[in-house]
């Protein structure tokens, strides 16, 4: 029964810069959730916090309240055979070009004696989604019951599926309402949105990479600064200790983008495979160097390894051992997918009829990348949705994509395009040549940005 004001009499209150309690904040996400607030109350609401912020007590009291909207999973005091035996531990990106790190840090952390039952989304804009990395693979199923995920957490350590309908559905119609009411950049609904899914999953620790550059969601590094700040401290003043890291997204993670062809190079990474630069499926440089280290900061979190050494030796020892590519071959498996598709992976993922690589107009080194340009050729070539109910093509993308600094000639192309059509591949290499800048100078003209910029620990009070 509710009793407090109005939910038009609260909405007016944050409309005029009022702090809401943690009762009235409740209140109205309670509305959200059962419909009794409307949609119209719903976007008044969303426009006065984005208008006029949120105190870090009210933004810990939303996220509170989104996370409380729907199913909490536990994982212990449900008996001694069903209770997990060690730490349950989870990753969240804010999204970026050619950012895979999910498929590879799940089933790596699961390997060394965590349980990572992570919640993932899909593409947004410019940005690669994982739940749409995954439906490449034939039978993936992003949708289990929620007996069937709990299994599989349990038994392979790691299930990446998608949002429920019964977690935090607050989340889910408020994240709709901004879409359409230019309210989605609002610092405390994006931290309530993020944290309130992840929360919910009953986490012992949750590491968070926070994108700056320009591939990255916030459009300055200052903002990316502040939304780390932001989501370290709510996560652990509402129980969850946290630690966010503040990485360059100023050009893609891999040296790819697309879906089937991140899922490729997530399998090279794994089984340890070096390829030649044209596949764009090399396992080193910096996505392993930031899939190491968000792992190794899990590992921490998690009493699984007493010091960084030591957290690093494991992880090393587990992917050169196979036991991080079986985990994740076993999760594949759960979920519907082929269980050879380790092995046989050309047979099952889509491949695009058209591979052609793009050379830029003049030789040099690469001096500048508009990373969100470079997502939006993906997007163009049918990789991404220009609308929500739009269809993926799942075997589109880029590979071989070239680095910052990296000489580029008749020999090395700026990347591979893999397209649908010729009209399609034509499109996409103008996309991306005027995407990269080259330029003849030395390798110390170029300035490098520093991958791991920042990092924040925050344990919960």
Known sequence: MRSLALP???IRAKRDGEALSPEAIRELVGGISDGSLSDAQVGALAMAIFL???????????????????ELLAWRGLGANQDLPGPVLDKHSTGGVGDLVSLVLGPWVAAC?????????????????????????????????????????????????????????ADKRLYAVRDVTATVESLPLIVSSILGKKLACGLDALVMDVKSGSGAFMPTPEKSRELAEAIAEVASRAGTPTTALLTDMSQPLAPCA??????RQAIALLTGEKRGEESGEKTDGRLMELTRT?????????KLAESRSAAVALLDDRLASG????????????LGGPADLLERRDRYLPQAPIVRPVHAERCGRITRMDTRAVGLAVVALGGGRRAPGD?????????????????????????W????????????????????????????????????QHVIRREAP
């Open 258 to 263: 697309g879906n089937a062809v991140e899922v």
């Open 391 to 415: 269809a993926i093509d799942h075997a589109v993308g880029l590979t071989g994509i070239a680095a910052l600094g990296e000489a580029v000639d008749g020999e090395r192309p700026l990347a």
């Open 52 to 70: 006029n912020g949120m105190s870090a007590s009210e933004t810990v009291a939303l996220t509170e309240a989104v996370r409380d909207s729907g």
């Open 417 to 452: 395009v893999h397209a649908r059509s010729e009209a399609d591949a034509e499109r996409a290499a103008a996309q991306l040549k005027a995407a990269i800048e080259v330029n003849d100078v030395g390798l110390g003209d170029v300035t490098l940005p520093t991958l791991i």
């Open 8 to 10: 038009q009499e609260l």
């Open 323 to 334: 036991a991080a590519a079986e985990r994740f071959g076993r999760m594949v498996a759960g």
């Open 113 to 169: 004696g965590g349980f990572v039952p992570m919640v993932s989304g899909r593409g947004l804009g410019h940005t690669g989604g994982t739940l749409d990395k995954l439906e490449s693979i034939p039978g993936y199923d992003i949708a289990p019951s929620r007996a069937r995920f709990r299994r599989l957490v349990r038994e392979a350590g790691v299930a990446i599926v998608g949002q429920t309908a019964e977690l935090a559905p």
């Open 294 to 302: 968000l792992a190794a900061e899990l590992l921490l979190a998690g």
